[in-house]
């Protein structure tokens, strides 16, 4: 399995609270992603990182924003949590620019209440 | 754009019961196609993919799919199902001209009868 932790795994918070999720890898992968899962639209990605400090949008980025200030290290931030922010939060990995598999981590659990 | 389809939200067979979950995709470019599992309260685990060469592969746990070019298809099958079996199925496709970025279908859930 590669090398990915994810936390917090479980975390409840309160609406416009600001929250950051944390995404470790031992690989030294160069691509980090976040993406959600919500019933009835599989994973989504939310943003995406290809290199330290080179980090670009994904399909539902509104109301998030991210940094890696390190190759092991992609966080996420939810700048002001939203109910409609609720859901599981997956990071992932992948080597390079070729094609190439995205590992997964065992996510994140965030309910905003 | 690209897109998934997963036209199967759930699906039940018996224990021992052959198994095909179907995908069908819409991407302009070479697709490079991927098919993971996810248990209960886990993280997705890779069950096989197609980058190229021969259409039909294997993958993990006896599952293999085809690559169906004419169809856009990438259907998942399994001879015989395990009770393990039981979990949601995602089928994905890799946009590797925009950063390697992964689009994936809705879910299939499959329960396995005994």
């Known amino acids: 399995d590669a090398g990915i932790t994810q936390s917090p795994r479980h975390k409840v918070t309160e609406t416009g609270t600001p929250v950051t999720l944390r995404c470790h890898q031992t690989?030294?992968?160069?691509?980090m992603y976040w993406y959600r899962q919500d019933p009835g639209h599989g994973l989504r990605l939310i943003h995406y990182s290809y290199g330290v400090k080179d980090t670009d949008k994904g399909e539902v980025s509104d109301g998030y924003s991210v940094s890696r200030s390190k190759t092991e290290d992609f966080l996420l931030t939810l700048e002001s949590a939203t109910s409609s922010q609720t859901s599981v939060y997956f990071c992932a990995i992948s080597e390079s620019t070729e094609p190439e598999t995205q590992y997964f981590g065992p996510g994140t659990r965030l309910l905003v209440l | 754009a690209q897109s998934v389809t997963q036209p199967d939200i759930h699906i039940t067979v018996s224990e021992g019961a052959s198994l095909e979950l179907r995908c069908n995709y819409s991407?302009?470019?070479?697709?490079?196609l991927f098919w993971y599992v996810q248990s209960p309260g886990q993280g997705l685990q890779l069950l096989l993919k197609?980058?190229?060469?021969?259409?039909l592969v294997q993958g993990i746990k006896g599952f293999e799919a085809e690559f169906k070019r004419s169809q856009s298809s990438f259907n998942l099958r399994k001879p015989s199902v395990h009770w393990s079996d039981a979990a949601e199925y995602f089928c994905?496709?890799?946009?590797?001209?925009?950063?390697?970025?992964?689009?994936f279908g809705t879910g299939t859930s499959l329960t396995v009868i005994p």
């Open positions: 690989e030294n992968h160069r691509y």
């Open positions: 197609y980058f190229s060469g021969d259409t």
């Open positions: 991407y302009g470019a070479t697709p490079y």
């Open positions: 994905a496709v890799g946009a590797f001209d925009t950063g390697n970025q992964f689009y």
